[in-house]
């Protein structure tokens, strides 16, 4: 079998669970049973960051660490594409998890399914604002900004600098207050021709067909068949509704929930 993970957000300051990490862990070795691969796809740590110097606090996140390294080492393929909240790696955690990281959105076969793989923020199809009133416009170029200067190599490269206590606080503080705004008013399933990632999809129609479009980053659990027969999937999250995606040997894919499958 064939998993897809996303937007698990461990170790946020917002949310004051302190089994959530050994709870995504334990889903982790369960699915580790019949795994052939595993794709995390961003937003797995609530905030990542590596520094030129040792960053002590990532013994946080010894029992994630441990176990991806743990699946590594039997042979399991487990690939990790950065989110918006742990972009900033630059090789530590593929040594320290055998992880292959990837940065970019990637088309990939998988399970004999062209598949199109990506944490999701920062893909929007042409055109996209000019649906949206000015206000909500602002909020979205202010979002792309921010983006583009978490992604660019000179900005990241001084923030390596800084000594981890403070580059930690600025960012679990920042982590911190987008997630309390994310939880005190959740954004739903915007339509299907609202939605950004569909409307991306759609629009990537037009070039070539691709079998699915796997994302994360909405926290929404969407699985929508679109008129030229792909299949946009966005995974949830692995917090709050606990949702993933498993795909088998014949590139069948299904939306699944562990609160479903324990009940």
């Known amino acids: 079998m064939i998993y897809f993970l996303s937007d698990a957000h461990i170790g946020s300051r917002a949310m004051d669970d302190p089994l959530h990490q050994l709870q995504f862990v334990q889903l982790l070795e369960e699915l ?3 795994a052939s691969a595993i794709y995390l796809l961003g937003d797995i740590f609530d ?14 996140y010894r029992p994630l ?22 972009i900033w ?31 999701g923020d920062g893909l929007v ?34 923030f390596r600098l800084v000594p981890p206590s403070w ?28 939605e950004e990632l569909v409307l991306f999809a759609k629009e990537m129609e037009q070039a070539q067909h691709i079998d699915y479009y796997i994302f994360g980053h909405r926290h929404i659990e969407l699985d929508l068949e679109l008129a030229s027969g792909a299949r946009v999937i966005i995974l949830g999250d692995c917090f709050r509704q606990w949702t993933y995606a498993r795909m088998n040997e014949q590139g069948k894919l299904e939306l699944l929930c562990i609160q479903e499958q324990n009940n």
């Open 47 to 60: 905030f990542w960051s590596e520094y030129f110097w040792r960053d002590e606090s990532k013994d946080e």
């Open 167 to 194: 580059g930690n606080k600025i960012g679990y503080d920042w982590a911190k207050s987008s997630r309390l705004k994310e939880l005190a008013n959740p954004c739903g399933y915007k339509g299907e021709n609202r």
């Open 125 to 158: 199809p042409s055109g996209y604002l000019k649906q949206f009133p000015k206000e909500i416009q602002r909020k979205i170029r202010s979002f792309m900004r921010l983006r583009r200067l978490f992604h660019n190599p000179v900005a990241q490269f001084f």
């Open 65 to 86: 660490l441990d176990c991806l390294k743990g699946l590594t080492d039997k042979g399991i393929d487990v690939h990790f594409f950065i989110g918006n909240h742990d």
């Open 32 to 34: 580790a049973q019949d």
């Open 89 to 119: 790696t630059y090789g530590e955690l593929a040594r320290r998890t055998g992880m292959k990281v990837h940065r970019e959105a990637e088309l990939l076969t998988i399970g004999g399914k062209r598949c199109m793989l990506a944490h």
